[in-house]
């Protein structure tokens, strides 16, 4: 593994462990060059996943911009990162196991949506002004009207 702070290609494993759902392994790693110490973590994948944009075009699943898109919806928000590592190793988890080559992007940000809606109702919020593309003011106040109705599916 290649040092992140001066690059060097051999690094030791000091310490692994799983991680606490049991879905990675966690290793603490140490660079004889430069004696930067920092963490990796190694996954289980089970196939190779396309995403299929609403555009049609075709890209690689990336699982860290999933993550990152989570992070962003629930910054400073009072949640616990085990809490969203969890959730987005389900989502991952269900994608795979769909037996699908292909998954169509509106797929991933529903399920998004949904473990969103579970761990922190103004992080659901947040993402689903992005997901669903909210332009104006009163579309908060349409989706929030809609939530309080049961039935939020209805946006446009």
């Given at each position: 593994m290649r040092?992140?702070?001066?690059?060097?290609?051999?690094?030791q494993v000091k310490d692994s462990r799983p991680t606490e759902d049991n879905t990675a392994i966690r290793r603490r790693r140490y660079c004889s060059a430069c004696g930067g110490r920092f963490t990796t973590f190694e996954r289980v994948q089970l196939r190779e996943l396309t995403i299929v944009k609403k555009t049609g075009k075709r890209v690689p699943f990336d699982r860290d911009k999933l993550m990152r898109s989570v992070q962003i919806a629930l910054r400073?928000?009072?949640v616990e990162p085990e809490r969203i590592e969890r959730m987005v190793s389900g989502i991952v988890r269900r994608l795979e196991s769909?037996?699908?080559?292909?998954?169509?992007s509106d797929i991933i940000g529903g399920l998004v949506m949904q473990g969103l809606e579970s761990l922190d109702?103004?992080?659901?919020?947040?993402?689903?002004?992005?997901?669903?593309?909210?332009?104006?003011?009163?579309d908060f106040s349409n989706f929030l009207g809609r939530l309080e109705d049961g039935d939020e599916d209805s946006f446009d």
């Open positions: 040092c992140p702070y001066c690059g060097h290609d051999d690094t400073k928000r009072p769909m037996g699908e080559p292909e998954i169509q109702a103004v992080a659901y919020v947040r993402f689903a002004s992005v997901y669903k593309n909210f332009h104006e003011a009163k």
